[in-house]
């Protein structure tokens, strides 16, 4: 194999391989992707595609449930492990390398270096050095780990991650999951469904904590019928365990955890820390470039460039701009056609160049019970950059589609509009499977669609769309 390149990915998580097919597409260039473990990264084996393939098994059981005149619906929970495997591949890439071959990207495996521009050191798993080389571009897709709190003894007890949480193979009989974010509440879900008792620390006074109020207290309130029991405003103090054991991931690490959280000593069985994310950068080789991190994250400009350094790009966790796959994907492609580009010697002169959904305008789904679906500004958020901005509100269960979706539907949507423009920065959907409906609002967001031209999108009846049509029949003007 080569050890010259056209462009090189460093990390080979979904932004990393968008990245490497986008800077080649239609043209001879050639790409590769330095991975260190498996291609298709956290996301694919040990984050996304696990956890809502453990998700919504939950989910259907719930819904069936639900509906007068369907019994005995319930979960098996080897079969649900089962299924979780299938989407992990069993932790094999191959079918991933495949892919990327098959679009005339090679993978080098190993731990990428930067040593110089446009230049690398890859070490690979038996310790043996290799240098390659970019001709155009180097793309930095590393990612994240999960963070560990300095708890005293909470390193030291081998807690489970993120990592241990998505993989499981055995249910503790008792959890304690540190942390009120998106990966504690959707943790915490098919911990319980699978047979766990679950204890949440949360050091906030909410869970989905940077989510609209009425959001995070209609999570809480289901979170309360589920039987989790979630304690806020806690700090864990200390971690003590009985013989802690590497006994692989997602089994039992060992005896069980006394935690010492608000005054009160926890026994738990198993601790999972869910307390955010870590950038991959330490060994990066950053330093000899002298680039300055932000909070250990690279900062890049609209074009995903480092500033200063026209050959180097970063996409993805790693730019710290939004740590979700379909952000990082949608950088990748940007900064892959920007790679393209300048590579031909064409300016950067369409809207495909610029990225420009990160400020503001992300969408993301808690796939959590129940979900929340959101994109944009909450209310908070838009006044706080002095935004003057109006809020409606309204109850999805009220709407004739989400009656039928369930019995006794709960679920609550808001928007957030922008007076001076009249169009939306924000919207939020709480509720069973509302996550389909988010595309709509982000179409709106992005598209600045003036709210007096939402009247006539007429949502189909009886669907839950027809929240919108509640949601501006709430704001009591028709400015048709
Ligand atoms: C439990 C969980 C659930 C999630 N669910 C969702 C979801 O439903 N939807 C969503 O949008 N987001 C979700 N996320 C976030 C999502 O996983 C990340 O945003 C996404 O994985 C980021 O992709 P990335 O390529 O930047 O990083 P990663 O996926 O972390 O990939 C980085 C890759 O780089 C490799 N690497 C690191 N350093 C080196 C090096 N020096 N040399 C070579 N290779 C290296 C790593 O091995 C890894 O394969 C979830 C996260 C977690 C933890
Ligand atoms: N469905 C999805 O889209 C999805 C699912 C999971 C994760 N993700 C993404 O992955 C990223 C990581 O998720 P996350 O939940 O780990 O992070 P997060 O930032 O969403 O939440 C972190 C939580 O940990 C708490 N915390 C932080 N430090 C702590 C400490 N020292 N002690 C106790 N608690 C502490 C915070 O208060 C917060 O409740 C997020 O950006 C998220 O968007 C997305």
């Known amino acids: 194999m080569t050890d010259q390149w056209d462009v090189i990915v460093v990390g080979g998580g979904p ?18 992707i330095v991975e260190k473990e498996l291609v298709g990264g ?8 696990p956890s809502k393939a453990l998700l919504r098994p939950v989910d259907v059981v719930d819904a069936a449930n639900a509906l007068t005149g369907v019994r005995g619906a319930t979960l098996d929970v080897a079969g649900v492990l089962k299924r979780r495997d299938q989407f992990t591949h069993n932790h094999d890439d191959s079918s991933q390398v495949g892919w990327a071959n098959s679009v005339g990207i090679d993978v080098v495996r190993g731990r990428g270096r930067i040593t110089g521009p446009r230049e690398l050191t890859v070490t ?15 793309v930095l897709a590393t990612g994240t780990t999960a963070a560990v709190p300095p708890v005293p003894g909470l390193r030291e007890a081998l807690p489970w991650t993120s990592r241990d949480a998505t993989n499981l193979h055995e249910v503790p009989s008792k959890v304690a999951v540190i942390g009120g974010g998106v990966v504690a509440c959707e943790a915490a879900v098919w911990l319980r469904a699978l047979g766990a008792e679950v204890v949440m620390l949360v050091r906030g006074d909410a869970l989905l904590g940077r989510s609209e109020p009425f959001a995070s207290a209609l999570v809480a309130e289901r ?3 589920l039987g989790i029991d979630v304690r806020f405003n806690v700090s864990v103090e200390r971690v003590s365990r009985k013989s802690p054991a590497d006994t692989g991931e997602g089994r039992v690490h060992g005896g069980p955890v006394d935690l010492v959280a ?25 330093d ?4 300055s991190l932000k909070n250990g994250f690279v900062e890049v400009d609209d074009h995903l460039t480092v500033p200063g350094h026209d050959w180097l790009y970063a996409v993805g966790d790693i730019t710290g701009r939004a740590l979700l796959t379909h952000m990082g994907k949608y950088q990748a492609r940007i900064a892959g056609t920007v790679i393209g580009a300048r590579a031909e010697g064409r300016p950067l002169d ?8 990160d400020h503001d305008m992300v969408p993301q789904v808690a796939f959590c ?31 004739a589609g989400a009656s039928l979706q369930r019995d006794g539907y709960k679920g609550r949507a808001g928007l957030v509009i922008d007076r001076t423009s009249d169009v939306l920065v924000g919207a939020t959907f709480v509720g069973p499977d509302v996550a389909e409906l988010v595309h709509a609002a982000t179409i709106a967001v992005v598209g600045k669609v003036p709210v007096s031209t939402l009247w006539h999108a007429v949502p189909s009846y009886p669907t839950v769309s027809e929240i919108w049509l509640r949601l501006l029949e709430a704001r009591g003007e028709d400015s048709s």
Request: glycine share 12%; hydrophobic share 40%.
């Open 124 to 138: 690979g798993t038996d310790g043996t050095e290799r240098t390659i080389r970019a001709n155009h571009a180097v």
């Open 15 to 32: 932004p990393g391989e968008n990245a490497a097919s986008y800077a080649i597409q239609g043209s001879s260039r050639t790409a590769a």
């Open 369 to 399: 019970d129940p979900q929340v679906a959101s994109v944009g500004l909450t209310e908070a958020a838009a006044r706080q950059r002095g935004i003057d901005v109006e809020t409606v509100e309204y109850d999805l269960g009220n709407v």
């Open 350 to 357: 369409g809207p495909r160049y610029r990225d420009v959904a």
């Open 223 to 225: 979170f309360a019928e």
């Open 42 to 49: 956290e996301c694919s084996y040990w984050a996304c595609m």
């Open 288 to 291: 000899a470039l002298g680039l």
């Open 262 to 286: 608000g005054g009160e000593t926890l026994v738990v069985a198993e601790v999972v820390v869910a307390a955010g994310r870590v950038p991959a950068t330490g060994d990066l080789g950053l």
